[in-house]
């Protein structure tokens, strides 16, 4: 039965519980499945089993199944556990430190030298969670020591860690192919260089503060310092083989040799290579990065069976219609189109992650693409953007909340929260900048596989 209100009613009271710290996942099924049985139910409860003969358990056993068979998730375990298997070969950590020596001439050198691994790693797992909370364990405390601003060395680490999202190879973007049905390679290609802007933009601006303000940010002591040969010598070690692991991965997406599952699988692969080089595969790390591959996806797995299930019946409920023709009945312009949906997605990652968004809320914005003329990896793009404030955003910053989980006292959340402010801004003006240049997204996608044609 379509029944708007109900709709609007089922949305409100999810965003409530939520906001209460209920679980998402299991949120979005419950009501998914309560609302659904309200939605499909037709009467006539005679029997015990005439109870479960609602067609809600039927779309539950559906959802689940699509997940299970999805072609395009199955490429989510395999970047999941690649990353677990380089995070626990402490590459990562070699890393970060020789590009610190390296930038050191440079205003803010353990800043950067976070962002570019935050980005390096990113690109290497795509887990926001994994980034930062590393990060946390391993840069904040050596900006710490080197009496690095605190709120300063948290905006850092929290930006540099929500970058994963969009870096390819991006979970997200799989997510958002699967969703909109969309060529992954070319959301990889059209992702590739807003992600290096951002990326950019994150270093300029810790370039420029820490040349205003020095105080945030000390330059290192000489006697710290060891001789230039040691410097590049060290980060040719650990910067060349996980560069090459990363452009193998990226290059057989989007060369066409590999579809992103099976480029995932030789990137899993290349993970374990790679931490046997450095002498840190054992038995015990091997175990560790599936345990944890199997929880993060049994996890994702079942956020997108509650998702699906809840977007459906919210659906059928008519809440996407109401929206839709509420959108359309404002007779926008293409370019006022694009703000207010930004804008909803925006406000929306206030209390929810980015997966909730794209599940349940894109999908309504999906349709209506076409009417504006707006390009759907254009759009797709504005909207990997802006989901990086999903994690920026208080009071549901959630890359604020994993640095405090592994800084605990050493800083108050709401220092955090300061701290990652100003990227909010550059998140926002990296959308304006690639409105006004589309190219940015378009001209690779383009170049690699022609020009898109609707």
């Not at 309200?38 to 009467?43: M, R, T």
């Not at 050198?109 to 980034?131: E, P, Q």
């Not at 990065?289 to 797995?301: D, G, I, R």
């Not at 300061?418 to 190219?439: C, T």
């Amino acid at each position: 039965m379509t029944n708007p209100e109900i709709a609007i009613v089922m949305l409100c009271l999810f965003i409530v519980l939520v906001l209460l710290g209920f679980p998402i996942a299991f949120t979005l099924l419950a009501m998914g499945v309560a609302f659904g049985y309200y939605a499909y139910y037709q009467g006539g409860i005679e029997t015990f089993s005439d109870i479960f003969s609602n067609n809600i358990f039927y779309l539950l056993n559906q959802n689940t199944y699509s997940v299970m068979e999805n072609d395009t998730l199955v490429a989510i375990p395999l970047f999941l556990f690649m990353g677990y298997v380089v995070e626990r070969a402490n590459i990562v950590s070699k890393l970060f430190f020789s590009l610190q020596m390296a930038a050191r001439n440079l205003p803010g050198s353990m800043a950067i030298a976070a962002l570019i691994t935050c980005a390096v790693f990113s690109t290497a797992s795509g887990i926001v969670g994994a980034v930062v909370t590393l990060m946390g364990l391993l840069a904040f405390p050596a900006m710490a020591s080197a009496n690095y601003n605190k709120e300063f060395a948290a905006g850092v680490i929290c930006a540099g860690g929500t970058l994963g999202i969009l870096i390819p190879p991006s979970i997200m973007l799989i997510v958002y192919a699967a969703i909109a049905e969309l060529s992954p390679l070319r959301l990889y290609a059209a992702a590739v260089f807003p992600g290096l802007i951002l990326a950019g933009l994150y270093i300029v601006y810790v370039i420029v503060r820490v040349y205003i303000n020095p105080s945030l940010a000390p330059k290192p002591k000489e006697e710290d310092v060891p001789p230039k040969a040691q410097i590049y010598m060290d980060l040719l070690i650990s910067f060349v083989p996980l560069t090459v692991l990363i452009a193998l991965v990226l290059g057989s997406i989007l060369g066409g040799l590999a579809t992103p599952a099976e480029a995932a699988a030789m990137g899993a692969l290349g993970g374990l290579v790679l931490a046997a080089i450095y002498r840190s595969l054992s038995w015990q790390k091997v175990k560790e990065s599936v345990f944890l591959t199997a929880k993060a996806t049994a996890m994702v797995c079942w956020l997108f069976v509650g998702s699906w299930t809840f977007a459906s019946i919210f659906s059928y409920l008519g809440g996407h219609d109401i929206i839709k023709d509420w959108v359309l009945g404002m007779n926008l312009e293409p370019w006022q189109f694009l703000v207010i949906a930004q804008m909803i997605i925006f406000f929306l990652g206030w209390p929810l992650e980015w997966s909730e968004i794209l599940i349940i809320f894109v999908p309504i914005f999906l349709p209506m693409l076409e009417t504006f003329g707006v390009n759907p990896y254009f759009f797709a793009m504005l909207v990997a953007l802006n989901l990086q404030t999903s994690f920026l955003t208080p009071p549901m910053a959630m890359s604020a909340y994993y640095l405090k989980g592994v800084l605990r006292d050493q800083i108050e959340l709401m220092e955090i929260f300061r701290g990652i402010m100003p990227y909010l801004g550059i998140v926002i003006f990296s959308m304006v900048l690639m409105y006004q240049f589309p190219g940015i997204a378009l001209w690779f996608p383009d170049y690699l596989f022609g020009v898109y044609i609707p």
